[in-house]
């Protein structure tokens, strides 16, 4: 996710003395540390199995005893009345013996039929949760159906930052939707484990009245003008998945060897909006050279009416605003593209380790902007060790965020500067190295902070432990 303000050192600190220089030795492609098995298997497979675990930063959310394999959602939005009609059809697994199936659901919609392999059932929703009375034994995988329909709304966003948008489904003026959800909000548009443990398959089909378009997560499949469907063959947690729907114009491009990429803009939106996204092939070319193969079968990106950004998976949503600029949109393009490696390929297994994705996103960005300039990378650093002591101060250090100010500027800086303390202790090859095994070894799966100092330390035959602690831990800025 894009912060809407400070996320990064101002463009005039890092472009101060830009020269034209040749990009350096960082910019040769590397090869990979080769993975162990183990780094391979567990946590997560293709078929959408997870480990989910209790979030501790926000147990509201969140179901740890189901395990959501897929979910199928045929939906359909009227603009007229505002009304998101939908059957979710859920293919859930109980990784323990449950009473009831209980989901995030919001409280907008009323259920038009629930049923378990097929047979009727009693349900509701109470507390935030979708909940249906029927029991499921411990390793046991049933057929969730459920019909609903309601005007959407949004949840809060849970933050003190007064320039935040709410989360979820947002219905705009025109009768237009989109969404961003992160930490959670999936579930104001579908029945979701709405927590980043559990990553699932997904196939989404929209219908949409003639010359509206939607356009969600995954990779694109056939769409009749009025019916649009996308697919996830690779697992994804629930908060990056997206929708939006709107009177939309697709471009096609393509990226890095042949990689499909899709870009919807409104008529607003031609001209530098749409010019701007159309570079996205030159920022994929560079991230993977650094950090190997695009993780997914295609990508894109939907602009909506936001200040933000984010990496929703195969399909970025981006604030219209964050586009508008003659160059201040690489940064966050390259930051939210990085995030498909750092955050969606493989993410954090609860909130305490956001600093996962934002801290290798902040990084690459960081990379970017001074691409052709290394120099200025040490005048970043310094910058940001300000910035490290302001948002330690503020918000605390990076390793505990706080649960009323999610994504303050601790999560982002700090372990920015932690990874650039890592990369200058083993230098360019082996630190791209580092960052394409962790993203291809964990690929599919959510891991911790633990997993990344093990893998950090078997990659690199180094002892990064106190260095990593410290950084994460540290209500001061390390020396
Ligand atoms: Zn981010």
Known sequence: MRRALATTITAAVLLAGCSSAPVRSQGQPLTAVS??????????????????????????????????????????????????????????????????LRLDFSAAYTLRAISVDGAAVPGRIADGDLVVDKAVTAGSTVTLAVGYTGIPTTVAMPSHRRDVEPLGLTVTADGSLWTMQEPYGASTWYPANDQPSDKALYDIAVTVPSGWAAIASGTPGPSDGVTFRYSSAVPVASYLTTLAVGQ????????????????????????????????????????????GPYPFASTGAVLVPSQSAMETQ?????????????????????????HQWFGDAVGPATWQD????????????????AKSDPAAMDRWE?????????????????????????????????????????HKAIGDERFFALGRAWAASNAGTARTRADFVTFVNRQTGRDFTDLINTWLDSPKTPA
């Open 35 to 100: 993975a162990t098995a183990e780094d391979r298997t567990d946590r997560t497979n293709r078929d959408g199995t997870s480990a989910p675990v209790a979030d501790p930063i926000y147990p509201a959310y969140g179901n740890p005893a189901l395990d959501v394999l897929h979910y199928d959602l045929s939906l359909t939005w009227s603009p007229p009345t505002r009304t998101l009609t939908g059957t979710a059809t859920i293919k859930v697994r109980a990784v323990r013996a449950v009473a009831q």
């Open 314 to 338: 195969q399909m970025m949503t981006i604030g219209d605003s964050v586009v508008d600029g003659g160059s201040g949109s690489a940064g966050v393009l390259v930051h939210e593209l990085a």
């Open 382 to 422: 310094q910058a940001a060790r300000d910035l490290d002591a302001a948002a330690r101060d503020s918000a605390g250090p990076p390793g505990h965020p706080r649960a009323d100010s999610f994504a303050e500027n601790n999560v982002y800086v700090c372990p920015a500067l932690m990874l650039r303390q890592i």
């Open 248 to 291: 939309y114009t697709k471009t096609e491009l393509q990226g890095p060897h042949g990689l499909p990429i899709t870009l919807w803009t409104r008529a607003a939106d031609g001209g530098q909006r749409l010019d701007n996204l159309k570079a996205l092939p030159v920022y994929l070319q560079w991230l993977e050279e650094r950090f």
């Open 354 to 369: 956001v600093w996962l994705n934002e801290g290798w996103a902040s990084y690459a960005e960081q990379l970017y902007r």
